[in-house]
């Protein structure tokens, strides 16, 4: 008689140690708008300047600019495009198709490109990805960006794929979640994990009636990509070096909080509710359940918030200046993720790659304030649901010069 399934289970090799990110790359498009000039770009973009209430919207949009925190964004759309398809700026008339014939190409490229920094610091062969997980909410296709990823970067056509769709600004942490699960399960998996956003599929001319939604999704938002690579027990010696170990990974759903963010696909392309004035009260009042709760599984105690370095998602300023009022944060807890939300905007799930990624230049001594090391941390990422992804990260032993 052959073994049994218990068996069998018991010889599948699983990694000894946690999961670890071991390489970071981001990517954005080549156009560039700094937040002060974004009004007038926008309105002339949109050939707007002339419609009616045209003055009173841009007005709004400038106020909106000035408080968000942010100096500048990247974007893959530009005038000649828009020239080119003006179905995207005609309310009455169906973009969708347009919207994703124009994603099929460009979410992968832009995705690839971070996918190949990320490869290149890892120091490995594209061939030896053993997992790919990738999230987008610019999009909806089959076979998906995951399909033309495997050509673009050369990767296995054995590669084991994981799509992830419509999951708004959680996308990175739900993600990393996922491939956590992946390198801990099997013994040398090496998981690429990909977030690559367009904002083209919500972009849209400003409303005669004055919808802020419309205003919030121009004013806010950015396109990029963010790449890492994961893998449990790092192979000795220089190749493989982990940046951070994931200890623990959580997700939960705040209690009546269907309608805090919406999304769909319309006609239009994409659209939902993201203006909602209690989204940083959401957040602040449910973080520090949800960070005790992401140490809860390590039986260790939660340590003190300033004790911890955070890798926050980079929503808006006003959760960010909630998380500081709220835990007593010192100045620079959040800095990585204010610098985020400065330099590129809010880039749906991939904007916490792009904290990560900031929060390691900082602990290795690039620039900003310097104090003692700190060993652990918390990575946050908020999305629909109201959804908060959690995870416990650990700074290895001489990889935190400084924080």
């Known amino acids: 008689m052959g ?50 209430h045209s003055h009173d919207l841009k007005d709004k949009l400038k106020r909106l600019c000035e408080r968000s925190g942010t100096k500048q964004r990247f974007f893959y759309h530009d005038e000649a495009l828009l020239d080119a398809h003006p179905e995207l700026l005609d309310r009455a008339s169906p973009s969708l198709d347009a919207r994703l014939d124009i994603a099929k190409t460009a979410v992968p490229e832009l995705a690839a490109a971070a996918c190949r920094k990320a490869i290149a610091e890892w120091g490995r062969p594209a061939t030896d990805i053993t997992h790919l997980v990738v999230a987008t909410n610019s999009g909806a296709h089959a076979p998906g ?51 690559a956003e367009l904002t083209l599929m919500l ?13 919030i999704d121009q004013g806010l938002f950015a396109d990029g990509a963010g790449a890492v690579v994961v893998g449990a027990d790092p192979a000795d010696g220089p190749t493989e070096r982990p940046i951070f170990e994931i200890m623990s990974a959580t997700q939960a759903i705040v209690q009546d909080s269907e309608g805090a963010i919406l999304m769909q696909l319309t006609s239009r392309g994409l659209g939902g509710s993201t203006a909602n004035a209690r989204l940083p009260v959401i957040v602040g009042d449910n973080i520090a359940r949800c960070v005790a709760d992401a140490f809860a599984p390590l039986g260790m105690d939660c340590p003190e918030w300033n004790d911890l370095f955070w890798v926050m998602h980079s929503g808006t300023l006003g959760i960010l200046d909630r998380m500081d009022a709220l835990l007593q944060l010192q100045p620079e807890k959040l800095e990585a993720s204010r610098r ?32 003692s090391p700190l060993e652990w941390g918390v990575l946050v990422a908020c999305g629909p649901g109201f959804t908060v992804e959690t995870m416990v990260l650990r700074a290895p032993e001489g990889n935190n010069n400084h924080h």
Do not use: W
């Open 3 to 52: 073994a049994s399934a218990a068996e069998i289970r018991c010889r599948v090799p699983r990694a000894d140690g946690p999961a670890s990110v071991l390489a970071i790359g981001t990517a954005n498009p080549e156009t560039c708008i700094s937040q002060d000039a974004y009004p007038d770009y926008y309105f002339r973009l949109t050939k707007s300047d002339d419609d009616h």
């Open 145 to 195: 960006v995951d399909f033309r990823l495997v050509q673009l970067l050369g990767l296995r056509p054995t590669v084991r794929r994981t799509m992830l769709y419509l999951t708004g600004c959680n996308a990175g942490g739900a993600a990393l979640r996922l491939a956590k699960d992946l390198a801990e399960n099997s013994r040398g998996a090496r998981v690429l994990v990909v977030c």
């Open 203 to 215: 972009f849209n001319k400003p409303q005669d009636d004055g919808c802020f939604q419309t205003l």
């Open 340 to 371: 985020v939300l400065r330099d590129y905007g809010n880039m749906f799930g991939a904007t916490v790659i792009f904290v990560l990624h900031e929060m390691r230049k900082i602990m290795q001594g690039g620039p900003g304030p310097a104090a």
